[in-house]
T-cell receptor, first 113, second 116 residues
Framework: GQQVMQIPQYQHVQEGEDFTTYCNSS?????IQWYKQRPGGHPVFLIQ?????EVKKQKRLTFQFGEAKKNSSLHITATQTTDVGTYFC?????????????FGQGTTLQVKP | DAGVIQSPRHEVTEMGQEVTLRCKPI?????LFWYRQTMMRGLELLIY????????DSGMPEDRFSAKMPNASFSTLKIQPSEPRDSAVYFC??????????????FGAGSRLTVL
């Protein structure tokens, strides 16, 4: 079935270090979204990527969508304690937008001050 | 807007009891999703509705689970009878889906269910 794999599952970094999480789909995605969930909270939308090879930035966060539209990455530069949480990618499979978002398992980021 | 509203926020029940979780989506949103989150399985899509119609319920674990959306402003997820393995956080999310456009989900705060 349709799957979205995300690695690593956990990442512990020292404050100021960089962090990257990777997302891979078994099939081509029509679009991919990233969400952040703080401990005890709910997922909150960060960004959406639609075009092949697309790169978007939000302050210290850089999001990329692969050329084949099957993988994506989120890179955080110079992590801060406020970056703590679980980052999920979510993909809409198929050549057209079906509306069915499949979430990766998430990468939980811990930042040591 | 108050966002997606879920109730109850916490529920503790005994095995065999019926559980009903409720969701009020954002006004104007036409798609509604029910997800279940556990440590072992992550965020699983259970079912989603477009314009109050169930589109895909392939994620519903078994017949003990049912979901309804009688109108655009209300949905329920029912578990009957409940079992300990149903313990999880259940999230409702809504979105405005315009034609073939992508869904950007707004999640509710979740309902944490514990079945003893």
């Amino acid at each position: 079935g349709q799957q979205v794999m995300q690695i690593p599952q956990y990442q512990h970094v020292q404050e100021g270090e960089d962090f990257t999480t990777y997302c891979n789909s078994s099939t081509t995605l029509s679009n991919i979204q990233w969400y952040k969930q703080r401990p005890g909270g709910h997922p909150v939308f960060l960004i959406q990527l639609v075009k092949s090879g697309e790169v978007k930035k939000q302050k210290r966060l850089t999001f990329q969508f692969g050329e084949a539209k099957k993988n994506s990455s989120l890179h955080i530069t110079a992590t801060q304690t406020t970056d703590v949480g679980t980052y999920f990618c979510a993909g809409d499979h198929g050549s057209s937008n079906t509306g069915k978002l499949i979430f990766g398992q998430g990468t939980t980021l811990q930042v040591k001050p | 807007d108050a966002g997606v509203i879920q109730s109850p926020r916490h529920e503790v029940t005994e095995m065999g009891q019926e559980v009903t979780l409720r969701c009020k989506p954002i006004s104007g949103h036409n798609s509604l999703f029910w997800y279940r989150q556990t440590m072992m399985r992550g965020l699983e899509l259970l079912i989603y509705f477009n314009n109050n119609v169930p589109i895909d319920d392939s994620g519903m674990p078994e017949d003990r689970f049912s979901a309804k959306m009688p109108n655009a402003s209300f949905s329920t997820l029912k578990i009957q009878p409940s079992e300990p393995r149903d313990s999880a956080v259940y999230f409702c999310a809504s979105s405005l889906r315009a034609g073939a456009g992508a869904n950007v989900l707004t999640f509710g705060a979740g309902s944490r269910l514990t079945v003893l």
